[in-house]
């Protein structure tokens, strides 16, 4: 943890998870704009020096590998005993592994389990007693349209982010009482390093059947979301409906299947020309 430990109790703090890119740090810009004082954390140090250089207000930095169990424990002590309570909480780091499940290397898949099911978990639970003292604050949660429908080259991820979203479900019926609100995001495409690196990479074509959206477009959903308070928030809306309409239809995936991801790869060729994109990097 770096820079100065906090001060007024009157300020209201934010804690993010993912924060050096993508939807993490648009979120962050706005939290910051709108005079919350941040804590910022990530594996990348230097993504989160680029980003506290960009702020309004000097964030408190934590960095921590959410894959390694010691950086998790770590953390969530820190958000326990040492870092002030929270008014929101919002564990959005995330990854994705791509290709055949059945070839898939044992360590890889825990790894995707740890950092995007096991360490939200256990960081939500360390953030929780702050907020029941002061009885208000809320946990939002970075799921994904992948979370409703499941794409095949995905399998482990839309495990977690499926089991992410019955928890914030009956963690939004655990904590009314303690005057806790519990919400999830649910992307869809959204152009990001992770989805660069998807199209890039033998990605699902299904995330290039529409032009992506933009992390504005999440950021200004997260906004609206604090507001509101509702469990789940879907970016775009219109995703949504065909994803929980085939939800309730699986089987009929595969016979769709064929067409949409002959659809979604002319969407990935157009996407990775209108982008110019030609570095292959895991998340770079
Ligand atoms: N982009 C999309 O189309 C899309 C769609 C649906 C859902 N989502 C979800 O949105 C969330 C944010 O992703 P994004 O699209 O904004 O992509 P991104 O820019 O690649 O952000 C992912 C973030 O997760 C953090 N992260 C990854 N591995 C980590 C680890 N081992 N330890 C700590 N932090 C780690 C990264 O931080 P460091 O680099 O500092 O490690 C990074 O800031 C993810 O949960 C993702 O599943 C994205």
Known sequence: MSSSSPSQSSEKYAFITGAGSGIG???????DR?????IISGSNPSKLNVLAESL?????????????????????????????????????????????????????????????????LHLIQACIPGM?????????????????FAMRGSSVYSATKFALRGFLSALQQELLPDGIKVSGI??????????????????????????????????KSFMRTLKTGRLETFVPYSDSISARLIGMVPWIIPKLLPYLEKSGEKGRRKFIASHQLVNNDKLA
């Open 186 to 219: 649910y992307p869809g495409a959204i152009d990001t390093p992770m989805l660069r690196y998807e199209a890039l990479n033998g990605g699902s074509p299904l995330n290039f059947l529409h032009e992506p959206k933009t992390v504005a477009d999440v950021g």
């Open 25 to 31: 740090a648009e979120v962050a810009k706005r939290l």
């Open 56 to 120: 309004v207000s000097t964030p408190i930095i934590t960095v921590a590998d959410l894959s390694q169990q010691e950086d998790v424990e770590r953390l969530a002590k820190q958000l326990k005993n040492e870092l002030p309570a929270l008014a929101i909480a919002f564990i959005n780091a995330g990854t994705v592994e791509i290709g055949s499940f059945a070839e898939r290397n044992s360590e890889i898949i825990d790894r995707e389990i740890d950092i995007n099911l096991r360490s939200t």
């Open 34 to 38: 709108a005079g919350y004082s941040l």
């Open 132 to 148: 029941q003292q002061q009885k208000s604050g809320h946990i939002i949660a970075t799921s994904s349209i992948g979370g409703i």
